[in-house]
């Protein structure tokens, strides 16, 4: 079935067809499958940019754009109206990259209207003034394309070229305009280049793009993709993702850092199997992250992945919580974890008869129940504290501002008697489980070969603890994934303080390929700029950190009640769905539970199905903006961004009990906010009733 290869852009439009249409489309396809592409009517067209382009006849209305690699092989780029299938079909040219050897696209009609409509001498000094015409052509600029770069003096005509460039050049290019020296965007495809690049040869140069062009190997394999278009989207890998996933060996734990979008998870994912595809019989990958939600998500897309029943069966996708259950458990007769409601009535009771001090404003208070939570988390149990003289010495790294010793006498006293208590009950937390789970998985030799986190910048020292104890220590041992701006829990970490030591092996990812620049632009401006410190405890930086695909402007609908924003969004949602996007690819997130609630009992009102994956029913994913981490979706609405919802008040400590921590959970719910904004693909709506959120970026 290698007649016929699929580029990755036709599933997303292949999901949009009609389905008398999708069926035409298999229909053509199994032609292919059948060597019988002759009656198909493929068919060159005059004016074409590309003499390797064809359109085959779908159905009356339809018509396929095909590219002709060589050999008796062809690659399906996409499906529209006849017109516009004519249309897109003579504007496009593919080349082979000279540098990477892969197989690139450009609209060249749009090329040829940009060097019309722009002045011929630049206004201005060109943004690539200083950029010579032979390190273009080293980085994989085609040359013939420089005298167009030396007309752009603004970032908006450069912008104006996303779409029209070749994807893997136009990025070099936005790395050069964001300050990128030439040598940093050499390091970012040094390892990709290939030598020897035979120009003319689409068909290597196809097989050389896996991340953009799909051979499949038989009917079932196309059948599948087909079935569920977008979930396949999310598993290409693209070069620089690649480069990472498969390299052979790292010598100690890896971690890979980049921002939303840059194919953190999907990385991860390819990793697992590529160890997984290696291992002997009996011997085993774990794949973890922090929440179930993420792992049940994990292990779909895994199923996708890895196609063969024996590599799935040596990767273990479990969560960390659930993990650290499972090893007390078979250890523990009774093991019962507190729920937040319990937790939060044994911290309110110690703050309630606790110490007070002094605050910022002169005024005579009593430690929160917040706080006296997050000092036991983040200080006591981090740093496996058990005794009163070792918490007056230890380091609140984090924790704003000091105490004085007789301060921690009385905050230990605090804690210790919540602790107590909850000992009494026989009650854990998730964090007191994995730090004992740690210690009992020390005592037995560790039953993983390879471990792979993903979200890693959200787990507690205990954590890091229990993974450090369950694979022994060696060349690809651990593979991390994190990105500190997508922290939204408290916990700060220290991989090397832990016994995982990452220098050296450290790579960051800087390219988004999920969310267009549009949705990017407005995400990051969420962040406010402040600098977030990395699991390696360097200063991490979102230099260079850019979208290349272009799409619609985020919406922003203000609504004066909360029922005239529900009614929206019934028809924004409502309307996605007529538009041929299929349910799961919807996601509708905010900020509290109650508000999923009451917009998942409107929407089922609304005969909208909602997923509920407790019944196993399919549909829109509503869920709270922490249960979005991880996930992402062709259209997305983020609703509720109301001043008195976000930034949640319960959230915030007090800036006169401690103005440090306050900005500290401010930017927390920043972070909160990218994350749900950055699970957006191709679209994003956005809405609040009255007064909006402070978080919401003003126009500018």
């Not at 980085?139 to 770069?149: K, S, W």
């Not at 007056?392 to 704003?400: E, F, M, N, Q, T």
């Amino acid at each position: 079935m290698a007649e016929l290869a699929i580029d990755r852009d036709f599933l997303p439009a292949y999901g949009r067809l009609q389905r008398r249409v999708q069926r035409a489309v298999d229909a053509a396809i199994r032609k292919f499958a059948e060597h019988t592409h002759a009656g198909l009517h493929l068919e060159k067209l005059t004016g074409a940019r590309d003499p390797n382009i064809r359109t085959i006849r779908i159905d009356q209305f339809y018509r396929g754009v095909v590219l002709y690699l060589g050999e008796e092989r062809y690659a399906l780029l996409d499906v529209r109206p006849h017109d516009d299938a004519i249309a897109f079909a003579v504007s496009r040219r593919f080349s082979v990259n000279q540098v990477l050897g892969v197989l690139e696209t450009r609209d060249q009609a749009g090329i040829e209207e940009f060097v019309r409509n722009e002045p011929r001498e630049p206004r201005q000094a060109g943004i690539f003034a200083r950029i010579k015409t032979a390190d273009f052509v080293r980085l994989g600029v085609d040359e013939d394309l420089v005298p167009l770069l030396r007309l752009i003096a603004t970032d908006q005509q450069l912008e104006s070229l996303s779409g029209r460039l070749p994807e893997m050049q136009f990025d070099v290019l936005l790395g050069l305009a964001t300050g990128m020296s030439v040598a940093e965007v050499w390091a970012e495809i040094a390892d990709r280049t290939v030598s020897g690049v035979d120009t003319d040869d689409l068909l290597t140069a196809a097989r050389r793009t896996p991340e953009r062009i799909a051979f499949v190997s038989g009917p079932m394999e196309l059948a599948a993709i087909l079935a569920h278009p977008f979930d396949v989207w999310r598993t290409f890998l693209h070069p620089t993702q690649r480069d990472v996933a498969y390299r052979e060996t790292y010598s100690g734990p890896a971690l890979v850092t980049g921002s939303a979008g840059t194919g953190k998870t999907v990385t991860g994912l390819h990793r697992a199997v590529f160890l997984a595809e290696r291992l002997p019989q009996g011997e085993k990958v774990l794949l973890t992250t922090f929440t179930r939600a993420l792992a049940e998500a994990l292990g779909k897309q895994l199923h996708r992945l890895a196609t063969e029943p024996a590599v799935r069966a040596r990767i273990d996708v479990v969560s960390i919580d659930k993990l650290a259950y499972e090893i007390v458990s078979r250890d523990t007769r009774r093991v019962a974890v507190a729920e937040n409601d319990v937790l939060d009535q044994l911290w309110e009771a110690a703050a309630n008869a606790g110490p007070t001090h002094v605050n910022r404003a002169g005024q005579v208070t009593t430690f929160s129940a917040a706080f006296l939570r997050h000092e036991w988390e983040q200080v006591i149990l981090a740093q496996q504290l058990t005794s009163r003289e070792a918490y007056r010495d230890a380091p609140r790294r984090g924790r704003g501002a000091g105490l004085r010793g007789a301060q921690r006498d009385q905050v230990w006293a605090a804690i210790d008697t919540a602790a107590r208590e909850l000992a009494k009950r026989r009650l854990r937390t998730h964090t007191q489980l994995a730090d004992e789970a740690a210690t009992l998985a020390r005592r037995s030799p560790a039953p993983y070969r390879h471990v792979v986190v993903d979200e890693g910048q959200d787990l507690h020292p205990a954590q890091w603890r229990l993974l450090r104890a369950l694979v022994a220590p060696g060349p690809n041992d651990m593979f991390l994934l994190a990105d500190p701006y997508q922290r939204i829990y408290d916990s700060c970490v220290s991989l090397a303080q832990l016994g995982i030591e990452v220098r050296g092996r450290t790579r960051r990812l800087t390219i988004n390929y999920r969310t267009t620049h549009e949705i990017l632009d407005l995400s990051v401006r969420v962040l406010g700029g402040d600098a977030a410190i990395g699991l390696d405890g360097q200063e991490d930086s979102l230099r260079g950190y850019r979208s290349i695909t272009r799409g619609g402007v985020p919406e922003l609908a203000a609504h004066r009640s909360r029922d005239g924003e529900c009614e929206a969004l019934i028809e924004r949602v409502g309307t996605w769905l007529e538009q041929g996007v299929e349910q799961h690819a919807i996601g509708v997130a905010a900020r509290t539970g109650q508000l999923v609630r009451s917009i998942s009992k409107i929407l089922n009102d609304a005969h909208i199905p909602v997923a509920d994956d407790k019944r196993g029913v399919d549909g829109v994913r509503v869920d709270t903006m922490h249960r979005m981490k991880g996930l992402e979706f062709q259209c997305l609405a983020v609703v509720g961004l109301d001043a008195g919802v976000l930034p949640a008040p319960n959230a915030l400590t007090s800036a006169a009990e401690d103005a440090h921590a306050h900005r500290q959970d401010l930017q927390r719910e920043r972070c909160l906010l990218f994350v749900a904004l950055t699970r957006a693909r191709d679209v994003l709506y956005l809405s609040h009733s009255g007064t909006p959120s402070q978080l919401l970026p003003v126009n500018r």
